[in-house]
């Protein structure tokens, strides 16, 4: 463990090196992700300017959740994005042998050999959302609430993990697999409400089908501390659950691969 955690530290300065080269994208990145929280903060104010409760949250409470779908994009964007699509650029032309022949897991060094480093504000902003939202609130967590969020934040992260390396190991078979990370990206812009704000299917589907609720939602009321302990064994479940089937699913799809030596 400690070999890999020293690797993706290592991968990490790299990635930062290489965007040292362009600075001023971290100045670029930073003005376009305030526009953007801004523009989600101010959707949030109209709605709730005709009602106080939206699906049996406050404005201040629903902050809460916009920093964590902000926090997350960040993830996604920094980590996801850019291995995702460099797995499926190393499938199609057939380099990913260059992964594979490492003396490391090859799942852990397709997915997480890049970042884009400067993505980071959005997840320095989301958690400076989050902050702001619980002094509004005059909430301090306690310790358990404290405790219960870091669980419900990792499982989140290992489930939008396990999302996309499901869509890029579709790549071993399928060729356009980019028009399903667009569709999950266009599914996930529902996490900055509460799941509660719909209703029937659409709630059903947004929590157990493609589980934004599990990303956004739930770890909000965790932090509130208004989550169930049967909400939470859920979570680990979903998340411990879907983190091993794309690693499964990676390791027979590696057997289908035709690589350019062969």
């Not at 005709?50 to 902050?63: D, K």
């Not at 884009?116 to 902050?131: E, K, R, W």
């Not at 667009?182 to 719909?198: A, C, I, K, M």
């Amino acid at each position: 463990m400690m070999r890999y955690a020293r690797l993706f530290g290592l991968f990490l300065k790299a990635s930062f090196l290489v965007e040292l080269e362009y600075r001023a994208n971290f100045a670029a990145r930073a003005v376009v992700s305030l526009f953007w929280a801004g523009v989600t903060l101010t959707g949030a104010g109209v709605f709730y300017s005709h009602a106080e409760t939206i699906g049996g949250w406050t404005f201040n409470e629903a902050l809460v959740i916009i920093g964590l779908f902000t926090f997350m994009s960040g993830f996604i964007q920094t980590f996801l994005q850019p291995n995702v699509q460099r797995i499926i650029d190393m499938i199609r032309l057939g380099t990913l042998d260059f992964v594979l022949t490492k003396p490391v897991n090859s799942q852990f060094m397709a997915s997480l050999r890049h970042a884009q480093v400067f993505s980071m504000v959005d997840m320095l902003l989301g958690a400076v959302i989050v902050i702001w939202a619980c002094m509004r609130l005059g909430y301090a967590p306690p310790v358990l609430s404290l405790a219960q969020f870091a669980l419900m934040l990792l499982m989140a992260v290992l489930i939008v993990y396990s999302i996309w390396m499901v869509i890029a190991t579709l790549a071993f078979w399928l060729v356009k697999v980019n028009n399903m990370a667009e569709l999950f990206t266009s599914v996930y812009d529902t996490g900055r409400f509460p799941v509660t704000t719909f209703d029937g299917l659409i709630r059903l589907v947004l929590t157990f089908v493609i589980p934004i609720a599990f990303i956004t939602t739930f770890p909000a009321q965790s932090v509130l501390g208004r989550l169930d302990t049967e909400t939470v064994l859920m979570a680990v479940a979903m998340g411990g659950g879907m983190f091993g089937f794309s690693s499964l699913f990676w390791r027979y799809a590696v057997r289908s691969y035709s690589s350019a030596s062969s």
